[in-house]
């Protein structure tokens, strides 16, 4: 039992880089570029700069990923690999303005 | 619009919570953490026992995602046995760690400790923590958590239980996913009970998050449990709603 234990704990230690790295912004509320293409099939490295003093939340049902981007900080996003198709994504604090789109192809 | 919602949230709990209840605290557990989010989450459930009898409970709680790896939630719980009536159970304080990135690694990981103060002094404390780990295959979310349990300045002493909890779900679309959930007890950690006095359940569950308004939304799932091995009740109707803001 202590071994099955010890096994599973260490399947998170199982380290896979990702294959692309990409940069995204968010300023007045807007994502910069607003539209990103990335391949299909590969590990994805999303970089999210919050220019903007206010907080935001990068949200994806799409992507599954949520996450709080405070005001003038960035954070990562781990996305991919993904099929072929467009994932949109929202600022949940501004959804009317805060939008994007991520295409894999 | 949000005392409404907080309303609405309040009715459909108290309401639940004299129809079913059962392990609140019997939920799976995921390993991300939502910073800055704050979270009103009630629980409930039913067991069918072996002798047609009904254990049933239900708790009331506030989270917060206080940092960005670190989510906090203290609850009220609430349980009845038979035909007695409802009562004040417990204090629980539940932290939980998010211990990688999401999506970072093939597999998620995380790591839950619970501190539970019993009405009865007697039980003493209960600590339950374990690692939390998730995966993903397409639209399909894979959970699966090791706990552990042990009680500290009670009365009797008993040795360190150790349990698991899993579901399986298929992200349909964001307002009703489905799946499937298990929770198990096995009894001691390093020397588990006879397999007929072990307990197993599992079966179908449903998911969903309802957005309300901007950063607003509740969140619900829901599962029937069966009897998979002796030691289990006949069946366990557990849900948890959450408003999240």
Redesign the interface.
């Given at each position: 039992?202590?071994r099955i234990?010890f096994l599973?704990?260490l399947?998170?230690?199982?380290?896979?880089a990702?294959d692309v790295e990409l940069q995204l912004s968010i300023r007045n509320h807007r994502f910069e570029p607003a539209e990103l293409h990335v391949p299909a099939g590969k590990?994805i490295k999303l970089t999210v700069i919050n220019r903007d003093p206010a907080?935001e939340?990068f949200e994806s049902?799409e992507l599954?990923?949520?996450?709080?981007i405070?005001g003038n900080t960035s954070g990562?996003?781990?996305?991919?690999p993904l099929?072929p198709g467009r994932y949109p994504f929202f600022g949940?604090?501004?959804?009317k303005t805060t939008t994007g789109v991520i295409i894999a192809e | 619009m949000k005392r409404g919602i907080i309303f609405v949230v309040g009715a459909v709990a108290l309401t639940l919570s004299r129809l079913c209840a059962a392990g609140p605290a019997d939920y799976v557990y995921t390993p991300a953490v939502e910073y800055g989010e704050r979270e009103i989450d009630f629980k409930a459930g039913r067991a069918n026992t072996h002798d047609a009898d009904q254990n049933s409970a239900a708790s009331l709680g506030f989270g917060y995602g206080a940092k960005p790896h670190w989510f906090t939630e203290f609850y009220a719980k609430y349980e009845s046995q038979g035909a007695g009536a409802t009562h004040f159970d417990a204090w629980e304080w539940e932290n939980k760690f998010q211990l990688t990135e999401t999506g970072e690694y093939p597999v998620d990981a995380g790591f839950v400790v619970e501190l539970e103060r019993p009405q009865d002094h007697s039980e003493g404390y209960e600590v339950r923590f374990g690692p939390l780990f998730q995966t993903e295959f397409g639209k399909v979310q894979l959970n699966g958590n090791l706990l552990f349990e042990r009680y500290y300045r009670a009365s009797t002493t008993e040795p360190m239980q150790f349990g698991y909890q899993w579901q399986a779900k298929y992200r349909w679309a964001e307002a009703f996913e489905f799946g499937l959930q298990g929770f198990g007890d096995v009894g001691p950690w390093d020397s588990w009970d006879p397999a007929d006095q072990q307990s197993h359940r599992f079966g179908p569950a449903v998911f969903g998050k309802l957005p309300v308004g901007v950063h607003k939304a509740i969140r619900y799932n829901a599962a029937l449990l069966l009897k998979a091995s002796s030691g289990a009740p006949n069946s366990t109707f557990r849900m948890q709603i959450e408003y999240e803001f």
């Open positions: 039992m202590r234990v599973i704990l399947l998170p230690s199982v380290c896979l990702a590990r907080a939340e049902y599954h990923r949520e996450k709080l405070p990562t996003i781990y996305i991919g099929e949940d604090f501004h959804p | -």
